[in-house]
């Protein structure tokens, strides 16, 4: 009889998805368009504190929204390395690096040996030769196979198969959205596979024999133990059973000798725990599935992936849990959503929600540098799509310092702002008083100008860009493109259309132009930069976009721009949805480039910076 758990269904929570010639010269990009000294930087020489003052580690890594981890010593130095896989296609790697008594987790690259992963990855040591090897998912749900014919402490991958088959030649399906597992269920040298499958059950194929060192895996059964893990439609009437995406993993959490088994589920807002009663040798798992951990069990928006290890090297297992979003309102863990669980004895005690730590607002963040509070130094105000606490608008967060003089950035409250989605906000002083002021964009189009108290706070004024309207995902910036001295209007839309709508009043008193001129074309989700990058005095654009981020380098006058055609930027680490800031926030004299991006994080690069 297979065994039917229930699990309680959220309503799924939906995301909003969100006339003049132009001066674009037409002529090829060049392969090489923009400062070749940019490097990315992740922990940066000044401190960065959330609000409650605490530092934040890793801050400019740039968020997760959907972390898949699994943590293998990839290195040979005997402690685990950590691996979480954000996007298709690519696997992030950070070092478990141990100084004295403490260790931290360093960022080395986003795409760990260029290796094509699809949906989902495992490490595993497939040839048992001591390294570990990787499965990864083969378009559309097969199984690739690496083998690493390196060493402990230097992996190299080679592709062993494309697809894996089985001992019939038959290829293994495998249900791209799940992420399966691999382990020794029975405590041998000989691997198991298993795959969950989409009806809640799960498949089991054994390492039947070799092929130059590397097993291939014979088909055992489509219902191991029994499993069979669906849910129910909430409210009064029964509804049909519901079956989802699920990963799962082995480990032996409660000591005895022998591994247990982990699912999580779309439908799932839990951590499921299948005990195993039997022997090593013997595996028995038929128990009732049990939320974990039993005494504080997890619980967010669904569809939680697990990772164990021992990483406080106290002998036990802990347990991290990256969430991927599932049936119960995903919007409010695309900022919390990397749990720790440290085990001491027969607790699981939850450390922190964001375990890699990271500035992270939640999805989609835009950012603007600039003067907040009239102290002499550059803040930064970040925003976000919706924000996951919130849930009913986006909100903007200074991270200001308390002079010219003081290295530490910390976030502060959120901005008193109308209620809106998709803030994307700029900063430049459109008074003359010395303080920055505020140009809000938002996902309806709208524009509004909100004046600096002289002290971060801002009051909303009317009139100035009354009637300026962009389409849809409007992000604004400020520069003087035209000579005079006032900041003119630069916009960016959905559309990937760039505008300047020009400053025609005074230092004091801005007025913009109705009559808008176009810059630039992109393919989508255009977002504005203007900064002298080529040092020749005159204002270049850069231009986050959907899947890129362009310049266009101005060949005109500081009077009368003229930007050449959209040249990709090549830097380790852009986002998607890029959207570009610069600013001096090391205050050593030279702007540094910071982008937000889909993740909701913040990825920061800076010139002539040295990689950790």
Request: aromatic share 8%.
């Amino acid at each position: 009889m297979p065994r039917l758990l229930p699990i309680a269904v959220g309503l799924l929570g939906v995301l909003l998805m969100g006339c003049a010639g132009s001066s674009q010269t037409q002529e090829e990009p060049s392969p090489t368009s923009f400062p070749d000294d940019y490097r990315r930087v992740v922990a940066p020489s000044f401190p960065v504190l959330g609000a409650e003052g605490t530092p934040i580690s890793n801050p400019f890594y740039g968020g997760f929204n959907a972390p898949r981890p699994q943590f293998v010593d990839i290195d040979g130095d005997n402690d685990s390395d950590l691996f979480v896989q954000e996007r298709p296609g690519q696997v992030a790697f950070f070092e478990h690096v141990t100084e004295g008594d403490s260790s931290r987790l360093v960022w080395r690259t986003d795409n760990y040996r260029n290796l094509e992963i699809g949906e989902w990855y495992r490490f595993a040591d497939l040839d048992q030769d001591g390294v570990f090897d990787l499965l990864t998912e083969q378009p559309y749900s097969h199984i690739r196979a690496y083998r690493n014919v390196g060493t402990a402490t230097n992996a190299e991958f080679e592709l062993f198969v494309d697809t894996m088959r089985t001992v019939e030649g038959e290829p293994i399906f495998s249900d791209r959205q799940n992420i399966p597992n691999v382990t020794s269920l029975n405590c041998s040298d000989q691997l198991d596979l298993f795959l969950g499958r989409l009806d809640g059950t799960i498949a089991r194929y054994e390492a039947a024999e070799d092929s130059a060192g590397m097993p291939k895996f014979a088909h055992v059964t489509d219902n191991f133990e029994g499993i069979k893990i669906v849910g129910e439609s909430s409210g009064q009437k029964k509804g049909p059973s519901l079956h989802g995406a699920n990963t799962l993993t082995f480990g032996d959490v409660d000591s005895d000798g022998d591994p247990d088994l982990f699912w999580g589920d779309f439908f799932e807002p839990g951590l499921l725990l299948i005990e195993n009663t039997g022997a090593c040798g013997n595996p028995i798992l038929s128990g009732e599935p049990e939320q974990f951990p039993p005494s504080n069990p997890i619980l967010t928006s669904g569809y939680n992936a697990p990772a164990l290890t021992d990483w406080t090297g106290n002998g036990e297992i802990d347990l991290f849990v990256g969430v991927l979003g599932g049936s119960n309102d995903a919007n409010t863990s695309l900022a919390d959503n990397f749990y720790f669980y440290e085990h001491t004895g027969d607790r699981y005690r939850l450390r922190t929600r964001q375990f890699v730590g990271g500035l992270d607002v939640g999805s989609e963040s835009t950012v603007a540098l600039g003067d907040l509070d009239d102290t002499g130094s550059t803040d930064a105000l970040v925003a976000n799509k919706i924000d996951p606490d919130e849930g009913e608008t986006s909100l903007a967060y200074p991270l200001t310092r308390a002079g010219p003089n003081e290295g530490k950035l910390r976030k502060q409250q959120p901005l008193d702002l109308p209620d809106a989605y998709h803030y994307a906000p700029a900063l430049g002083d459109l008074t003359g008083d010395g303080a920055d002021d505020l140009v809000v964009g938002t996902w309806q189009g709208q524009l509004s100008y909100h004046k600096n108290r002289g002290d971060g706070t801002f009051t909303e004024v009317d009139g100035p860009l009354k009637g300026l309207s962009g389409g849809t995902n409007v992000v604004p910036a400020l520069g003087d493109l035209t000579g005079n001295g006032v900041l003119d209007l630069v916009v960016g839309t959905a559309n990937g259309t760039v505008t300047l709508y020009p400053n025609t009043g005074t230092a004091s008193e801005p007025a913009f132009s109705q009559d808008g001129e176009t810059l630039a074309e992109v393919d989508s989700r255009a977002a504005p930069a203007l900064q002298d990058v080529d040092g020749d005095g005159t204002l270049d654009l850069l231009v986050g976009a959907d899947n890129e981020l362009l310049l266009l380098r101005n060949q005109g006058t500081a009077q009368a721009p003229d930007f050449g055609a959209p040249a990709p930027v090549d830097l380790d680490g852009i986002p998607r949805k890029a959207v570009p800031a610069f600013g001096d926030l090391d205050q050593d004299g030279q702007s540094e480039l910071l982008l937000g991006g889909q993740r909701g994080g913040l990825v920061l690069f800076q010139p002539g910076a040295v990689r950790d």
